[in-house]
C-alpha cells in the first residue's frame, strides 16, 4: 500500500493531526465480506441437509454480491483517482 501525505507535510509525528490518503493493498470490504459469509454458512450447520444447502448457497450468493458491488466501487475509486491526476 502506500501513505499520501497532505501538500507542505514531509512529516507526521505522534500527535500530529494530519489527514492522510491511504491506499491500502487489500481491499477491506472484500475481508469482511469473506468473514460475514464464513459465520452465515456456519450458521446453517445443525440444519437439515436441504435446508443446509439452501442456506449455504443463499450465503455464497450474498457474498458474490457483495464482492461484486466492491469491485464496482474500487472502479469507480480508481476512475476517480485517475482523472484527479491527469491535468
Do not use: F, W
Not at 36 to 51: E, N
Not at 62 to 78: G, L, N, V, W
Amino acid at each position: 500500500g502506500s501513505v499520501k501525505l497532505p501538500e507542505n507535510v514531509e512529516m507526521v509525528m505522534p500527535g500530529d493531526a494530519v489527514n492522510l490518503e491511504i491506499e491500502l493493498i487489500t481491499d477491506v470490504a472484500m475481508e469482511k465480506a469473506e468473514a460475514d459469509r464464513d459465520v452465515a454458512k456456519q450458521k446453517c450447520d445443525g440444519m437439515p441437509t436441504a435446508q443446509q444447502d439452501r442456506c449455504r448457497n443463499d450465503a455464497d450468493a450474498a457474498y458474490e454480491q457483495a464482492k461484486t458491488a466492491a469491485m464496482h466501487q474500487q472502479d469507480a475509486a480508481d476512475e476517480k483517482a485517475a482523472q484527479t491526476r491527469t491535468p
